[in-house]
């Protein structure tokens, strides 16, 4: 008979990562099986831009906010790197991205006996096994795992508007593939940049550092680039205790929250980069050689690949005007889609599509998720499905998928996994204790 994991997990990005973590420094004895879709452990590989930095607090990592005792965390990651004392005399106020995304792989390769790599999930469906539900993932080489229980981490779905999705065409990217796509292709010599992030504005100022000759042009629909909000008062929304006092607020007041909270880490940039690109572009017109350029409050109205490149029709929100851009290239650094019933969002992960309809929705269509990250089956005796950092809609922005409370959401899904499959456990059968 094949082998029924307790857990299956899909992705094995920070999220589940974390969540291997807590479940090894736990000491429960579940039988656990990650499928990733990467052939190695890489974090934002398409964004490890020269000189970028994280955004979290780095001790708001894999573990140490969970436990800080725990091997696996950023600290001790250098101390066994033999580079603890010299990353502690940067002259940075956050690590480098690099660094980060290695401390990622680190802690990700001491649970490679638990990962399948280059595994792409493409289907999760309901089955039968030895008498009681689990779940069947089917993966793209055909290959079937079963699973007592489900943790979903794909990371949030990159958002492409309506406008360029209408019209697939390779050159035209989201920011996630960026550095992927500079190694594949050849040096352009025009390239549109649309959004206003922290990723667009990184994206832009390496594009001008990289391709000098090449016309690198910003594009938005808000009056600039943003800073972002850093004010520690705001930053409380990152703190444990926000994330349970949004998840208990009606929606409407969910909805103002994210109003409020939105600038602390969407549509904004870090002032370090905010500066350097004004002050690039300054630079570049003093000299009398513009190449970096900004096209604010402004729309494409149209895409239209051709031949030998791909215009975009656009237009100013505000007075109307018209115009054309060519270029190699179209970067979309436009963000992720969150779960919902909104224009920009969907309204689950599109892997749940054939058991989706299994699960409880509000009023308003939107998944019911609960404290713990699971969803509530409508069939009481239904296998447990989590989600793991897709949960800003029902959890808030702390919640985001970041760094900040990954490793106590870690704890928390681990816990609510152990306590549902106890609970789930056919009479004569004790899943949890066939390793003990
Ligand atoms: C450029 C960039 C920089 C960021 N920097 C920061 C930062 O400094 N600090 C911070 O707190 N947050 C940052 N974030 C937010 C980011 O979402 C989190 O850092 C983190 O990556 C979230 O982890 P995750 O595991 O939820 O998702 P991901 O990191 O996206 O990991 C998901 C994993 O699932 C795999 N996967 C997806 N689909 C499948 C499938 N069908 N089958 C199998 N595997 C699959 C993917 O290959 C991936 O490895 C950044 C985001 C971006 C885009």
């Known amino acids: 008979m094949r082998e029924c994991h307790d857990v299956l997990g899909i992705g094995f990005g920070p999220a589940n990562i974390a969540l291997a973590v807590a479940i090894e420094e736990s000491g429960e004895p579940l039988r656990v099986r990650f499928l990733e879709r990467q052939a190695a452990p890489v974090w934002q590989g398409g964004m490890l831009l020269d000189g970028s930095d994280i955004q979290n607090h ?33 002259p940075l106020r956050f690590p480098l991205r690099k660094e980060y995304a290695q401390y990622v792989a680190w802690v990700a390769h001491h649970f490679d006996d638990q990962v399948e790599y280059g595994c792409t999930a493409t289907e999760i469906d309901l089955v039968q096994h030895d008498g009681a539900p689990a779940y069947r993932v089917r993966t793209e080489s055909g290959a079937e795992h079963l699973g007592r229980a489900l943790v979903l981490a794909p990371g949030r779905t990159p958002y492409v508007p309506d406008v360029f999705a209408r019209v697939p065409d390779d050159r035209i990217f989201h920011a996630t593939q960026y550095l992927y796509q500079v190694a594949a292709r050849p040096a352009p010599a025009a390239v549109v940049v649309i959004g206003g992030s922290q990723s667009a504005v990184e994206i832009l100022l390496d594009l001008g550092a990289r391709f000098p000759e090449a016309t690198v042009t910003g594009l938005q629909r808000s009056f600039g680039p943003r800073l972002k909000d850093t004010s520690p008062f705001s930053e409380e929304a990152f703190f444990p205790e926000f994330v349970d006092y949004y998840h208990r ?11 409020e909270l939105r600038p602390t880490n969407y549509s904004s ?18 000299d009398g050689r513009q190449r970096l350029f900004l096209r604010n409050n402004t729309d494409v109205t149209a895409v239209e690949p051709e031949a030998g490149a791909v215009r975009l029709r656009v237009r100013d929100v505000h007075t109307g005007v018209t115009g054309t851009l060519a270029a190699d290239w179209v970067v979309l650094a436009t963000g992720f889609r969150d779960l919902g019933p909104g224009p920009l969002s969907e309204r689950w992960p599109p892997l749940l599509d054939k058991v989706a309809e299994r699960f409880h929705v509000d009023a308003t269509g939107r998944l019911l998720v609960g404290a ?26 702390g919640d985001a998928g970041s760094f900040s409370l990954l490793s106590l959401r870690a704890e928390k899904i681990r816990r609510g996994l152990t306590a549902r499959l106890r609970a789930a456990a056919p009479a004569g059968r004790r899943p949890l204790e066939a390793l003990s």
């Open 58 to 90: 780095p001790a708001r990592d894999l573990a140490t906010l969970r436990n800080p005792r725990s091997r696996y965390t950023f600290l001790n990651y250098l101390f066994e790197m033999g580079r603890l004392v010299q990353h502690l005399n940067l």
């Open 249 to 259: 607020a009606p929606q409407a007041s969910k909805d103002r929250l994210d109003r």
């Open 269 to 286: 940039v870090d002032g370090d980069v905010l500066e350097r690109l004004y002050t690039t572009v300054y630079e570049q017109r003093l």
């Open 372 to 397: 713990d990250y699971g969803l509530a089956p409508r069939d009481e005796r239904e296998p447990v499905l989590f989600l793991n950092g897709l949960c800003e809609s029902s959890h808030g922005i």
